[in-house]
């Protein structure tokens, strides 16, 4: 048996999604990195260009979350690009960011 992380419901072996809370099973991964607002944007994009990232938040230096995104294959294109756009606008507005990185296994 897999067990939700989030509810703690049994769930059945191969299960990819929780049918009580929605969540995905799995183990989750979440790194994080500090770059600086010139730097934000570039390594949003080369976050997004690795493949396996399946959410990005981006915080100021007080922890206040600006931006989070979801990120799956069918995103990367032209639904992204509004996206990036913010993220510019954030990055004139703050001088150093924590980037929030969750990836499944």
């Given at each position: 048996?897999?067990?939700?992380?989030?509810?703690?419901?049994?769930l059945p072996v191969g299960?990819?999604?929780?049918?009580?809370?929605?969540?995905?099973?799995?183990?989750?991964?979440?790194?994080e990195f500090s770059v600086?607002?010139?730097?934000?944007?570039?390594?949003?994009?080369?976050?997004?260009?690795?493949?396996?990232?399946?959410?990005?938040?981006?915080?100021?230096?007080?922890?206040?979350?600006?931006?989070e995104v979801p990120v799956?294959?069918?995103?990367?294109?032209?639904?992204?690009?509004?996206?990036?756009?913010?993220?510019?606008?954030?990055?004139?507005?703050?001088?150093?960011?924590?980037?929030?990185?969750?990836?499944?296994?």
């Open positions: 048996m897999v067990r939700c992380d989030r509810c703690a419901i049994d299960a990819q999604y929780c049918f009580k809370c929605g969540s995905r099973v799995g183990k989750v991964v979440t790194e600086s607002s010139d730097d934000l944007v570039r390594k949003v994009k080369s976050l997004l260009h690795e493949g396996n990232v399946t959410r990005i938040i981006v915080r100021d230096e007080q922890g206040k979350v600006f931006l799956t294959a069918g995103l990367i294109g032209v639904i992204l690009a509004p996206w990036l756009a913010a993220l510019g606008a954030i990055a004139a507005l703050v001088t150093e960011c924590t980037i929030s990185v969750e990836r499944r296994e």
